[in-house]
């Protein structure tokens, strides 16, 4: 074989020998960015869950969560009074409360938005809660009436009670018995707080007031004090609120929310 010959061939295996080399380069280069790849999408999954599990799924800004709010430990009212027994249950499940009602629903909303809530002709599932009241005069119960927030309300009796299946229209908020549980059925995500539900209840509500009952009201918020306006108490899903005007104080109720609430 000619020198030539030799040094061609010696030419064309150096060329092999890097194109080889550049290959095996690039399937290096590949396997890394996938590999880098994989480690963002686990670093960012690891993000989403970290944020979800420290924020329960949503941000306390826009659910109005307890991490926001201003809560004081029960002790720090003194003694309280034990709470009356559980009244009979009604016909959601949940128990009604043997006093009067704190007022009736004539000055309820008629059809216009009340505080940008409006009222549909059917009940809206896009947001979709239930929050309690329990309400207290003097220690005394009184039951939040059914029907607040339906205009033209008209309901079926049974022996568990009325409930209040129809009306003009269905406010975002609304009472379907007198147990006191607050449906929230709204199209959109928001936070409601009980002041709304008292405009739309017709009825005055803070520091001093609830209703047509004067005197100072203490707020409770699952079992601890509320220090702030009354109005201002989100309405998060199964959150237990008790409002109580003058004295004596009563010990938290609590319901347990009835199966679907």
Known sequence: MSKGSRNRQQQAREKIAQARAAEARRKRRQRWLAAAGGAVIVVAAAVVITIVATSGGSSSS??????SLKLANISTLGTLKSAP??????????????????TGTATKATGQKVDGIGCSTSEQTLFHI?????L???????????????PGATGQNSPQGEFINNGKCFYWLHTHAADGIVH????????????????EWGQPLGPDQAGPAKGHVTALYNGKVYQGNPRDIPLNAHAQIQLEVGRPLISPESITFPNGL
């Open 85 to 102: 027994p559980a009244g009979s249950t009604g016909p959601e499940g949940a128990p009604i409360p043997s006093g009067p009602p704190l």
């Open 136 to 150: 207290f005069v003097n220690g005394s119960p009184r039951q939040v009436p059914a029907g607040i927030g339906i």
């Open 130 to 134: 239930h929050a309690h009241l329990t």
């Open 184 to 199: 929230i059925e709204s199209p959109v995500h928001r936070t409601y707080t009980l002041g709304n539900f008292f405009d």
């Open 62 to 67: 826009s659910t109005g969560g307890t991490a």
